[in-house]
Structure formats: structure tokens, C-alpha cells
């Protein structure tokens, strides 16, 4: 019987866990040191917001572990020697495996500003993370966020709820508009000031200023502007966690370096989630991909693989969806936020600012590329099958309204972006 170690509790280890459980009866331990039992990290902020309960965020009951038989392990890995097959936790030293997953998640980034290790300052990442926001924030009056991402506004809705003053600091044109089009930014933008947040574009952090106590009182920009507050949110993404894998003969570079089938460059040694970069390119997909989703995929991969059944990891077209405020977002192929040479768009926006939706087509094949939509909720199998089969714009435009996922009494659109659509495609031909 092999000794199947998982370093990490997020989607991607215990989704290997489990599917490892239901085809194999090998000893399974799961090393995490951020919390004992799994837990939703998408539900962070609504913990904060007071909508939920700590208890609530774990999908599985605590008795569910030890009756299918998955040892949970509280500790740190600080060092993996692939050679011995053990690694070397903080307070139980020595742990020996016959089989390692690495699926050890991200960590926020900081590019050595002055004053960045000061109190009050922070990403948002793991649960100690929100424990920390909770002790940094109390009794604050604003608070500054440094950077334009789905984290960043996440913090942005967490602090407004407790009557503290947000100011973003976006170095782009308009609100991630190095990941959306520009559309899209725009709206984003507009929606973010509504909800009564500075958001300022064009500009950077200079320095974190310090009290004198060892916290914040201030940042100042690359504009040389003084802007007085008691929390920074360093929200400028994050980054594989992978320090403790220094010296471990498991090769790495952004990330852990994995093939087709998530093996790492040593036998019996494998990678998951947020920690790994492709060495293999996927048509549309980034080497790096840190979403929920991808890392839910790769454990089922895996488990596959060491249960006798070798399975390459072939995600499909990309999609993802997140929330800006009370905006949904969704996006399914590849809008990127500037068209390629090859590439024409269509673009409709409801005359309430809040709703609109991007596609995007190959203008010599008519071949459907991909479609954002803020506002309205789409089905994902919809469009995952559309994309698969090479649809032309003109077949997704059509059934538009099958792939809409509003419940019975939203508004429909569908009507509208059609007969946009077919105006602004003649105009092109004409």
C-alpha cells in the first residue's frame, strides 16, 4: 500500500484526495498549514461581511475525513528532498511519501515598496489573511488598495460594508483593462465610482508611509500625492508558492513545471492548481491559470493517473466568471482586451451602463472566438459546445437567447443585440 502526501488543502488537493479515495485504498495524508479542514476561499469576503460563518465556507463536515479514511495534517512544508522521498514540516520534522502532490496555491505579491512590511498593510489570499484584515481594519476611517483585479475590488466591497473609505490605485487606463477590452473597462470603471469608491487610473504606488509606531499613515504616488490612510490592500496579483521547493531537485520557474499529465520532472512527484506552469502550450489557455475551476480539474487528472489510468490534462476552451459588485461577469474562449490582426468584434451595452456583451470572431473564417457578458448570466455548456464544434457568429447570435440563464422574470435582451448585430455586420460588408 503506497503513501499518497498532498501539500495543500485548497480545490486542487482535496479534489485529488477524493477521487483518489473512491479508486484506491492507498494511505492518504493532506499537509495544510493555513487551516485543519477544507474551506471555500471564495467565501473569504463573506465572512467579513458578516453574511457567513467561518463554519459555513466547509463543504464537507469534519467527520467526513476520518470516515474516508483522509489523514489531515496542520503544519508547514519547508523543505521537500525528492531524493529521500520525505519533507521536512516545521513542528513534525521529518514526513516520508512513496507519492507528493504539490498543490501548494499562490501567494499575494509585493514589489519591495518602502513601508510594505508595515501594519496595516496586506494582500488577501489565504485565511489568515482575512483574520488579519479583520484586526487591521477595525476603527479605520480609509483605506487604499493597490491594484485593478477581482481581489482588489473583492477588498473594495469588504471594507465599504464597514463604512471605510476605499481609494483605488489603478496604473492602467480604466479598471483591468490589461485583461479586459477597453468596453468593457470603461464600464467597470463607471461602476466602480457609483458604489462610491476613488478609484484614480494612471497611477502607481511610491512608498507606504509609517506613523512612527510601525503603521500606516499614508502612501504617496508616483504623482507625488499624499494620500492619508490606515490600511493598504496590495492587490497586484499573486504568485506560485513555491519558496519551500528550493533546493528539492523539482524543477521550477514562475511555477512548477509540469507535462500533459501534471508529472513534475522527478517520478512520482506531481502538480496541481494555482502553483503550476505548463511547460506544454494549450491553444487559447495561459501557462499559468489561478482559478477555482482549473485546479478542480487538474485533481481529477491526477487522481486518474496515479490510480493506473493515465489521463492527460485537456481543460477545453476557456472560461471563467467572477462578480464587480453587484455586476456578474462571464467570459467563455478568448476576448483578449485588444483585437488580433485576425479578429472581428461586436459589442452591445444596455442603455443602463450595467449590462453588455462582446464577441469576438476569425473575419475570414466567421469561426466564434469568444464572448464576454457583464449583466447577464449565459450557460456555460452553451457556449463550451459551440466553441468545441467551431461555431460561426452568425449560429451563436442566432441562439442567443438559448444560452441566457436569467431566472423567469429578468429582462431579455436578446431581441436588441440581434438587431444590433445585424446592423452594424452590414455596415461592415457594405
Same mark, same amino acid.
Given at each position: 500500500?503506497?503513501?499518497?502526501?498532498?501539500?495543500?488543502?485548497?480545490?486542487?488537493?482535496?479534489?485529488?484526495?477524493?477521487?483518489? !479515495?473512491? !479508486?484506491?485504498?492507498?494511505?492518504?495524508?493532506?499537509?495544510?498549514?493555513?487551516?485543519?479542514?477544507?474551506?471555500?476561499?471564495?467565501?473569504?469576503? #463573506?465572512?467579513?461581511?458578516?453574511?457567513? *460563518?467561518?463554519?459555513?465556507?466547509?463543504? #464537507?463536515?469534519?467527520?467526513?475525513?476520518?470516515?474516508?479514511?483522509?489523514?489531515?495534517?496542520?503544519?508547514?512544508?519547508?523543505?521537500?528532498?525528492?531524493?529521500? +522521498?520525505? /519533507?521536512?514540516?516545521?513542528?513534525?520534522?521529518?514526513? *516520508?511519501?512513496?507519492?507528493?502532490?504539490?498543490?501548494?496555491?499562490? +501567494?499575494?505579491? +509585493?514589489?519591495?515598496?518602502?513601508?510594505?512590511?508595515?501594519?496595516?498593510?496586506?494582500?488577501?489570499?489565504?485565511?489568515?489573511?482575512?483574520?488579519?484584515?479583520?484586526?487591521?481594519?477595525?476603527?479605520?476611517?480609509?483605506?487604499?488598495?493597490?491594484?485593478?483585479?477581482?481581489?482588489?475590488?473583492?477588498?473594495?466591497?469588504?471594507?465599504?460594508?464597514?463604512?471605510?473609505?476605499?481609494?483605488?490605485?489603478?496604473?492602467?487606463?480604466?479598471? %483591468?483593462?490589461?485583461?479586459?477590452?477597453?468596453?468593457?473597462?470603461?464600464?467597470?470603471?463607471?461602476?466602480?465610482?457609483?458604489?462610491?469608491?476613488?478609484? !484614480?487610473?494612471?497611477?502607481?504606488?511610491?512608498?507606504?508611509?509609517?506613523?512612527?509606531?510601525?503603521?500606516?499613515?499614508?502612501?504617496?504616488?508616483? *504623482?507625488?500625492?499624499?494620500?492619508?490612510?490606515?490600511?493598504?490592500?496590495?492587490?497586484?496579483?499573486?504568485?506560485?508558492?513555491?519558496d519551500f521547493l528550493k533546493n528539492s531537485g523539482i524543477e521550477t520557474k514562475r511555477g512548477v513545471?509540469?507535462?500533459?499529465?501534471?508529472?513534475?520532472?522527478?517520478?512520482?512527484?506531481?502538480?496541481?492548481?494555482?502553483?503550476?506552469?505548463?511547460?506544454?502550450?494549450?491553444?487559447? !489557455?495561459?501557462?499559468?491559470?489561478?482559478?477555482?475551476?482549473?485546479?478542480?480539474?487538474?485533481?481529477?487528472?491526477?487522481?486518474?493517473?496515479?490510480?493506473?489510468?493515465?489521463?492527460?490534462?485537456?481543460?477545453?476552451?476557456?472560461?471563467?466568471?467572477?462578480?464587480?459588485?453587484?455586476?456578474?461577469?462571464?467570459? #467563455?474562449?478568448?476576448?483578449?482586451?485588444?483585437?488580433?490582426?485576425?479578429?472581428?468584434?461586436?459589442?452591445?451595452?444596455?442603455?443602463?451602463?450595467?449590462?453588455?456583451?462582446?464577441?469576438?470572431?476569425? *473575419?475570414?473564417?466567421?469561426?466564434? /472566438?469568444?464572448?464576454?457578458?457583464?449583466?447577464?448570466?449565459?450557460?456555460?455548456?452553451?457556449?463550451?459546445? %459551440?466553441?468545441?464544434?467551431?461555431?460561426?457568429?452568425?449560429?451563436?447570435?442566432?441562439?442567443?437567447?438559448?444560452?441566457?440563464?436569467?431566472?423567469?422574470?429578468?429582462?431579455?435582451?436578446?431581441?436588441?443585440?440581434?438587431?444590433?448585430?445585424?446592423?452594424?455586420?452590414?455596415?461592415?460588408?457594405?
Amino acid at each position: 500500500m503506497k503513501h499518497i502526501v498532498i501539500i495543500g488543502n485548497g480545490i486542487s488537493g482535496i479534489t485529488a484526495a477524493r477521487s483518489i !479515495r473512491k !479508486r484506491s485504498n492507498d494511505n492518504i495524508t493532506v499537509i495544510s498549514g493555513e487551516t485543519e479542514h477544507f474551506f471555500s476561499r471564495t467565501a473569504l469576503m #463573506y465572512i467579513y461581511m458578516g453574511h457567513m *460563518k467561518y463554519e459555513n465556507t466547509k463543504p #464537507y463536515e469534519d467527520w467526513f475525513w476520518k470516515k474516508n479514511r483522509i489523514e489531515l495534517v496542520k503544519d508547514y512544508v519547508e523543505k521537500v528532498d525528492s531524493e529521500s +522521498k520525505k /519533507l521536512i514540516l516545521r513542528n513534525r520534522g521529518n514526513f *516520508k511519501y512513496d507519492i507528493l502532490i504539490i498543490a501548494s496555491g499562490s +501567494k499575494s505579491n +509585493k514589489f519591495g515598496w518602502p513601508g510594505q512590511d508595515l501594519k496595516g498593510v496586506q494582500g488577501l489570499y489565504s485565511f489568515q489573511d482575512l483574520e488579519l484584515m479583520e484586526q487591521n481594519s477595525k476603527g479605520i476611517k480609509h483605506a487604499v488598495i493597490v491594484g485593478g483585479g477581482l481581489i482588489g475590488i473583492e477588498m473594495a466591497e469588504m471594507l465599504l460594508t464597514r463604512k471605510i473609505g476605499v481609494t483605488i490605485l489603478v496604473r492602467e487606463n480604466e479598471f %483591468w483593462s490589461n485583461v479586459l477590452p477597453i468596453q468593457e473597462a470603461n464600464l467597470i470603471s463607471r461602476h466602480v465610482r457609483s458604489h462610491h469608491v476613488d478609484l !484614480r487610473l494612471n497611477i502607481e504606488l511610491k512608498e507606504i508611509q509609517s506613523d512612527g509606531n510601525g503603521k500606516v499613515k499614508s502612501i504617496v504616488t508616483n *504623482k507625488g500625492e499624499t494620500i492619508e490612510c490606515q490600511f493598504v490592500g496590495l492587490t497586484v496579483g499573486v504568485s506560485p508558492n513555491i519558496d519551500f521547493l528550493k533546493n528539492s531537485g523539482i524543477e521550477t520557474k514562475r511555477g512548477v513545471l509540469v507535462n500533459e499529465y501534471l508529472e513534475t520532472n522527478v517520478p512520482n512527484v506531481y502538480a496541481l492548481g494555482d502553483c503550476v506552469e505548463r511547460k506544454h502550450d494549450l491553444p487559447g !489557455r495561459r501557462n499559468i491559470e489561478q482559478v477555482w475551476y482549473t485546479g478542480r480539474m487538474m485533481g481529477e487528472v491526477v487522481a486518474q493517473t496515479i490510480c493506473g489510468e493515465k489521463t492527460k490534462y485537456e481543460p477545453g476552451p476557456w472560461f471563467n466568471s467572477a462578480k464587480f459588485f453587484d455586476i456578474e461577469y462571464q467570459t #467563455y474562449g478568448n476576448v483578449w482586451n485588444e483585437l488580433k490582426s485576425n479578429e472581428m468584434e461586436f459589442y452591445w451595452e444596455h442603455a443602463s451602463g450595467t449590462k453588455c456583451v462582446h464577441v469576438v470572431w476569425d *473575419k475570414l473564417t466567421n469561426q466564434f /472566438l469568444g464572448i464576454n457578458t457583464f449583466g447577464i448570466r449565459m450557460r456555460h455548456e452553451c457556449f463550451d459546445k %459551440w466553441l468545441r464544434e467551431k461555431r460561426s457568429i452568425d449560429f451563436v447570435i442566432e441562439h442567443l437567447a438559448e444560452a441566457n440563464f436569467d431566472p423567469e422574470f429578468f429582462s431579455r435582451h436578446e431581441d436588441e443585440i440581434v438587431s444590433e448585430y445585424k446592423k452594424v455586420t452590414s455596415l461592415i460588408s457594405q
